[in-house]
């Protein structure tokens, strides 16, 4: 009864393993499967203002202010990309949409002192103050802001998942790279919380469908011609 026990055991303890071992494949291949399917929109990202087609509208990506070390790089170096994109005239509004679900916490308003700070217009700049997610700043520059061709501003891994979440909206972007982060244990971290962020968008948009956590009435972009 022993030795019987034992091998009905192993043989348990062996199919687990092989099961295992499925699921670690499955997931590596989703995880390849969903960075395919994301990186698709690397044609359509630029990092020249010259070389960007110009859009009437710019959705630049929140981030906080301030990192765990000091000033966030990643939130400095947006602002100087969208202030850039501007200033070459590339756009003629500017979008920023972030994160601001506590009162000692305000990404929009942090990033439209930035810009403005950079030179750009305080009329020109438009707050999405329900931004809390990519897929809600995106979904939100189309269903509250009106727009259906917007340049989608941030670092380029970054814009390659907004822009496949614009995709798959019926949303016609294209996205302007900002410089990225080059100290490693900014990079590695980003890397793998990308990775983890596009199984995250592929789900989301083909699996769930899911929106955005708020929407509300309608804030109309005015331009003056």
């Known amino acids: 009864m022993r030795f019987v026990g034992f091998k009905t055991i192993f043989k348990f303890r062996k199919r ?11 997931g590596v291949l989703f995880l390849w499967g969903a960075d395919r399917a ?6 359509r990202i630029f990092s020249a203002p010259e070389l960007i087609p110009p859009r009437d509208v710019a959705l630049v990506l929140g981030t906080s202010k ?37 009162r000692d916490y305000n990404e929009p308003e942090d990033m439209r002192a930035a810009l403005i700070e950079r030179g750009v217009a305080s009329e020109d700049i438009y707050a999405d103050y329900a931004g809390l997610r990519t897929l809600d700043s995106v ?3 189309k269903k509250i802001f009106g727009q259906t061709r917007i340049t989608v501003v941030s670092q380029k891994d970054h814009c390659e998942r907004a822009l496949y979440i614009a995709r798959n909206h019926g949303i016609d972007a294209v996205g302007f790279a900002a410089r990225d982060v080059s100290l490693r244990r ?7 919380r990308e990775a983890f962020a596009r199984v995250l968008a592929v789900v989301d948009v083909k699996l769930l469908h899911r929106a955005p956590r708020h929407l509300g009435p309608p804030v109309p972009i005015e331009f003056q011609e």
Request: aromatic share 12%; with cysteine; charged share 25%.
């Open 66 to 102: 301030q990192a765990k070390y000091g000033p966030n790089l990643y939130f400095r170096y947006r602002m100087d990309a969208a202030a850039r994109l501007y200033h070459a005239g590339k756009v003629r509004k500017l979008i920023v949409s972030g994160d601001n679900r506590r």
């Open 186 to 192: 900014f990079r590695l971290k980003q890397r793998w």
């Open 38 to 43: 994301v990186a698709a929109a690397r044609g």
């Open 139 to 141: 979904i939100r520059a």
């Open 16 to 26: 687990l393993m092989i099961a295992a071992g499925f699921c670690l494949i499955a």
